[in-house]
Nanobody
Framework: QVQLEQSGGGLVQAGDSLRLSCAAS????????MGWFRQAPGKEREFVAG????????KHADSVKGRFTISRDNTKNTVFLQMNSLEPEDTAVYYC??????????????????WGQGTQVTVSS
């Protein structure tokens, strides 16, 4: 089992920045690739960003490319999502997730094994 504890999020204005964190416990963190997803009301959960086991490979959704950055610190068992130039369309509940079998095609929630509790990000215009 892997437990994922999220922190960060909140209410910000358009153009502001936020950083989400997700701390893992339970198993060897570097054995899991990590991802961030988000879900807005009435919409399906969508891929935001993913990062490989050691952190050398990342993938970002087109909608956030250039504004959001995923990173990880395996010494602290933590993955981050730095969100800059936030837009009202970024408003959603954000989830971190862990995958034992990951590739650059791993953009579907069903491919991830463990999930954080979710954190609300609200961007006002």
């Amino acid at each position: 089992q892997v437990q994922l504890e999220q922190s960060g999020g909140g209410l910000v204005q358009a153009g502001d920045s936020l950083r989400l964190s997700c701390a893992a416990s339970g198993r060897t963190f570097s054995n899991y690739a990590m991802g961030w997803f988000r879900q807005a009301p009435g919409k399906e959960r969508e891929f935001v960003a993913g990062i490989s086991y050691g952190g050398s490979v990342t993938k970002h959704a087109d909608s956030v490319k250039g504004r959001f950055t995923i990173s990880r610190d395996n010494t602290k068992n933590t993955v981050f999502l730095q969100m800059n130039s936030l837009e009202p369309e970024d408003t959603a509940v954000y989830y971190c997730a862990a995958a034992s079998d990951w590739s650059l095609s791993s953009i579907y929630p069903r491919l991830y094994d463990y999930w954080g509790q979710g954190t609300q990000v609200t961007v006002s215009s």
